[in-house]
């Protein structure tokens, strides 16, 4: 059974920073591209950044590119999402997933990821 298990969410101040992690059981991430996506209310889940499985490539949404770095420590069997300079704009539940398949290069696409963790809320908020 794969679990992924978001923590690191909660209020901030706007222009703050928050580091999300995500830690996995039952699969080992070394050998599979991950994605993070947020679901902010009202609105469809939206892909936020993908780093591939060896984390020699990144990429992310055009919102977040210069303020949010993913990451990952295959020897902790996580991955990380840093968020700086954060905005109202970025609340959201934020998720992370692992995409179907080994050595991917990780997606854009929800349908690519077949285990999701519970999420984690972030809130931005003065």
């Known amino acids: 059974q794969v679990q992924l298990v978001e923590s690191g969410g909660g209020l901030v101040q706007p222009g703050g920073s928050l580091r999300l992690s995500c830690a996995a059981s039952?699969?080992?991430?070394?050998?599979?591209?991950m994605g993070w996506f947020r679901q902010a209310p009202g609105k469809e889940r939206e892909f936020v950044a993908r780093?591939?499985?060896?984390?020699?490539?990144?990429y992310y949404v055009d919102s977040v590119k210069g303020r949010f770095t993913i990451s990952r420590d295959n020897a902790k069997n996580t991955i990380y999402l840093r968020m700086n300079t954060l905005t109202p704009e970025d609340t959201a539940v934020y998720y992370c997933?692992?995409?179907?398949?080994?050595?991917?290069?990780?997606?854009?696409?929800?349908?690519?990821?077949?285990?999701w963790g519970q999420g984690t809320q972030v809130t931005v908020s003065s």
């Open positions: 039952g699969r080992t991430l070394s050998t599979y591209g």
């Open positions: 780093i591939s499985w060896n984390g020699a490539l990144t």
């Open positions: 997933a692992t995409e179907r398949g080994i050595y991917g290069l990780g997606s854009n696409r929800r349908d690519d990821y077949d285990y």
